[in-house]
């Protein structure tokens, strides 16, 4: 804590006009320490994002930052020494402790429920893991929260009340003329529940992933490393695909073809383009514009829902990874059995 220094004029029996010092203590050791492998972490963020993730960065110095508040409010009484001795256990389980408290808390908190302090917890073990590792010190021994208490699934049943809401919307136009959106909706829904892929994944498939052969339909995702493994090289993985999947596949091709010929330079190789009312017809599809499809989707669903009278606990979910995890849950489930 600083303290006010005060100067005194030159006759002791008056005081003079005063100058307030402030007298800033020095950083501690294991503060300029955690600076350095800090330092570390951003150069390879500018360097290799794909190791150290802009993400990733932001949650190292969220810790740090973290880390540096709790000190003065006693970890250990050598935690200032050293980055060994603000990373050895007892200080990583008080800062914890005073991190689960709220005592670190600079704003208000975003998601106040259990599951959402869960993933906190998990991503400052992580990344004080990360540290340490960085540092050459052991790694602290610390249970992580599962996944699973702030990962959350849904009834499977969703996957057939979004299935029928899509149908019920494609059978009001004749096939011939279905907007192209829906055609392509129809489709990416069916790859979702075949073979579910993230958005990010479902936003960089190609036409050369797929496999249009009948019984034999098959679609490789090139599934994208997660969590700790970030760095590691993207591992493809082939999905078989339904005949209805297929048949839903091929129908989306067709409007693809039309889609590009309204397009002038490169043709793309994405399989998921945009379509009208999007004012750029044909150029590829992000995963921001599949998650924005997808909630205006369950959006429709949870109207009708409402009109029904259906509790709120029952109302589809508006998140793509929300019901990707149930399907996911599912399918682990049906496999263990």
């Not at 960065?57 to 006693?74: D, R, Y």
């Not at 020494?81 to 200080?91: C, F, R």
């Not at 996957?159 to 392509?184: G, N």
């Not at 596949?249 to 043709?267: H, S, Y």
Request: glycine fraction near 6%; proline fraction near 8%; aromatic fraction near 6%.
């Amino acid at each position: 804590m600083s303290t006010t220094a005060r100067l005194t004029s030159d006759r002791a029996d008056r005081t003079g006009p005063a100058a307030a010092l402030t007298v800033v203590p020095p950083t501690a050791p294991a503060l300029v320490e955690l600076g350095r492998v800090l330092d570390v972490f951003r150069t390879v963020n500018r360097t290799a994002k794909d190791v150290v993730s802009d993400a990733r960065l932001q949650q190292l110095e969220w810790v740090a930052s973290e880390l540096a508040i709790a000190l003065p409010l006693g970890l250990t009484e050598s935690a200032d020494e050293s980055l060994a001795e603000l990373l050895a256990p007892d200080a990583v389980h008080a800062y914890l402790q005073l991190a689960r408290s709220g005592f670190l808390r600079t704003m208000p908190t975003v998601d106040p429920s259990p599951a959402g302090a869960d993933a906190s917890e998990r991503i400052r073990i992580y990344c004080i893991e990360a540290l340490a590792r960085q540092a050459k010190l052991p790694r602290p021994d610390l249970a992580k929260p599962d996944w699973r208490t702030f990962r959350p699934t849904v009834s499977p049943r969703f996957r057939d009340i979004i299935s029928k809401h899509l149908d019920d919307e494609a059978a009001k136009w004749p096939e011939a003329e279905r907007p192209d959106s829906i055609v392509r909706g129809l489709a990416m829904w069916a790859v979702m529940c075949d073979a579910l892929p993230r958005l990010g994944e479902l936003e960089s498939m190609r036409l050369a992933d797929l496999t249009l052969d009948g019984a034999a339909s098959t679609l490789t995702i090139i599934r994208q490393p997660q969590g700790g493994l970030r760095g590691r090289m993207p591992e493809p993985e082939t999905a078989p695909l339904s005949e209805t999947t297929a048949r839903r596949l091929r129908d989306w091709l067709g409007r693809r073809e039309n889609l590009l010929t309204r397009l002038q330079g490169g043709v793309p190789t994405h399989l998921w383009l945009s379509a009208y009312p999007h004012p750029d017809e044909g150029v590829p599809i992000h995963r921001r514009g599949i998650s924005r499809w997808y909630k205006k989707v369950a959006d429709a669903v949870q109207r009708q829902q409402d009109k029904e009278g259906t509790a709120e606990e029952d109302l589809v979910p508006t998140r793509w990874e929300t019901m990707r995890r149930t399907f996911l849950a599912e399918r682990e489930a049906r496999e263990a059995s």
